[in-house]
């Protein structure tokens, strides 16, 4: 029997994975650049106020936040300048969404639940009823279609603000 298994485990690399703390601290001090960028250098010396951290760590951490396409550079005499190629908010939204949406594929049912259990542990009344309708139709849909757990909410329309 091909019963393959499968872990929930969000991506390792991409704009969807979750980001290690390292990565943060430096995406918020490049944030903090805007549009002039850093250099290495500029993060290391913000961030060794805080911890201290080998220039190559930097530099290395920065080179993987450009694998995954959160950062580009720019070379600059004999150093790189860097820049976020999203903003705080996106990259916080497109992580959020890659995990849960591997979760819903692998546990649908578990999903529902914990988003169910909320909802009765914290009553707002301010539209948390009608999106979680939403979220509990569209982990069905998921259940049900024939990807078995593809991106099957993608041409849905976002939920509604406003319970029923």
Known sequence: MNNPIRRARPEKTGIRAPLGDLEMAVMQHIWACSH???LAADVQQALER??????????????????????RRERERRA????????????QQR???????????QFPTAVAAYFARREDAGKTGQ????????LAQRVEAMKAGPQGGEH??????????GGA
Do not use: F, M
């Open 127 to 134: 539209g948390d009823t009608g999106q979680l309708a939403d």
């Open 80 to 91: 790189y300048r860097y820049w976020a190629t999203v903003s705080e908010e996106h990259l």
């Open 152 to 161: 099957a909410d993608r041409d849905t329309d976002p939920p509604q603000q």
């Open 95 to 105: 992580i959020v969404e890659g995990v849960l949406s591997n979760l819903i594929a």
């Open 36 to 38: 002039d960028g850093c």
């Open 50 to 71: 805080v911890r201290p951290l080998a220039l190559t760590t930097i530099l290395t951490t920065l080179d993987r936040l450009c694998k995954k396409g959160i950062l």
